[in-house]
């Protein structure tokens, strides 16, 4: 059974940084893809950045150059580094895993992942 799970949210001020982990346990096989994605109230949920077992990366134009996804393959933990966080970053953050190798271009979709985790907080304030 694939779980994952979601942690590092929190409540910071605009300008802060936060780092999320999603701990993946379960998951068999070399080839996947994993994502962020975002949910912010009365919006659809968004990928935020994506990668793949190749280690590709692709972001959404709102973040980039603020953060950055990363994984340990040897801890099977997902991360997402944010930095010169905003007010409109708010929002409850969920890690995804897809047992396959997306194309970049497919990383950020939602409908393209099987399995999710709980989600985790963050609140940015302004």
């Known amino acids: 059974q694939v779980q994952l799970v979601e942690s590092g949210g929190g409540s910071v001020q605009a300008g802060g940084s936060l780092r999320l982990s999603c701990a993946v346990s379960g998951f068999t096989g070399s080839t996947y893809s994993s994502g962020w994605f975002r949910h912010a109230p009365g919006k659809e949920r968004e990928g935020v950045a994506g990668?793949?077992?190749?280690?590709?990366?692709t972001y959404a134009d709102s973040v980039k150059g603020r953060f950055t996804i990363a994984q340990d393959n040897a801890k099977n933990t997902l991360f997402l580094q944010m930095n010169d966080l905003k007010p409109e970053d708010t929002g409850m953050y969920y890690c995804?895993?897809?047992?396959?190798?997306?194309?970049?271009?497919?990383?950020?979709?939602?409908?393209?992942?099987?399995?999710w985790g709980q989600g985790t907080q963050v609140t940015v304030s302004s």
């Open positions: 990668i793949g077992s190749d280690d590709r990366t």
């Open positions: 995804a895993a897809e047992g396959r190798l997306l194309v970049r271009s497919f990383l950020l979709w939602r409908t393209m992942y099987t399995y």
